[in-house]
């Protein structure tokens, strides 16, 4: 799946809601019906692709899997944690090399994703037509996986994540739904020393990054497209 797929599903997921109104409809034929059922756990899969960095050593760009739980807390209000796998790729920096060698790959590298967030749903406690659009927001924490080819000292250990999410729900029925949803997460890379070093023994060779003009830390964005299958049940 292209970055350009994957923007495509997030614009398509901001296109306006139907209104959350019931004014004019009669009850017994309402498009409206509560949701009764007010937990749930999800399957999913996607995409999360992203910016690897000004260097590209930043992981981004593959497939995930994962489970999620949802909880309603109040009215609209949904809590949500779950944690996904994402089998991403990045390249490998060698700072004291040659210019031309200084990044080799891509190489595979894991990221687990931990996260917990809050949703609201915008046509309240019910459905549209089995539909319930939400939007929410996102904190979590990354885990990387060691590369061993990697030797500058770079490394992904525990990032700090957040973003904003929107999504829609479908519900077959009260115990059966389908998602899709839309995220941006941010997270920070940590660049080592090596990066900004000139490497030695190389005439003229610049190093990595330039220190004049970039700082030892870059924010990087990751759009992902999730979607899912549901189980809603009573505790």
Do not use: C
Request: hydrophobic residues 45%.
């Amino acid at each position: 799946m292209s970055k350009g797929y994957v923007a495509l599903a997030l614009a398509a997921l901001l296109l306006p809601v139907p209104a959350v109104g019931q004014v004019g409809h009669d009850p017994a034929h309402s498009p409206f019906h509560p949701i009764t059922v007010r937990t749930g756990v999800t399957l999913v899969g996607g995409y999360l692709a992203g910016s690897g960095g000004k260097v590209g050593v930043g992981p981004a760009d593959g497939y995930l899997a994962g489970l999620r739980y949802d909880m309603r807390l109040t009215g609209p209000t949904d809590l949500t944690v779950g944690v996904t796998w994402n089998r991403l790729q990045r390249m490998v920096p060698h700072p004291a090399a040659a210019p031309d060698a200084q990044l080799t790959g891509p190489v595979r590298q894991s990221v687990v994703i931990v996260e917990s967030g809050i949703s609201i749903l915008l046509t309240g406690d019910k459905t549209w037509k089995g539909l319930a659009p939400y939007l929410g927001a996102t904190l979590g924490l990354a885990f990387g996986q060691t590369v061993p080819a990697d030797s500058s000292g770079f490394r992904i250990r525990t990032k700090f994540l957040s973003g904003p999410h929107v999504g829609l729900r479908f519900y077959a029925s009260q115990a059966v739904f389908v998602r899709l949803e839309g995220r941006l997460l941010f997270w920070q890379l940590k660049y080592p020393t090596s990066f900004f070093e000139t490497p030695t023994g190389v005439p003229d060779a610049a190093p990595l990054l330039d220190p004049a003009v970039n700082s030892a830390s870059e924010w990087t964005a990751h759009p992902s497209l999730q979607i899912g299958l549901g189980f809603a049940f009573r505790l």
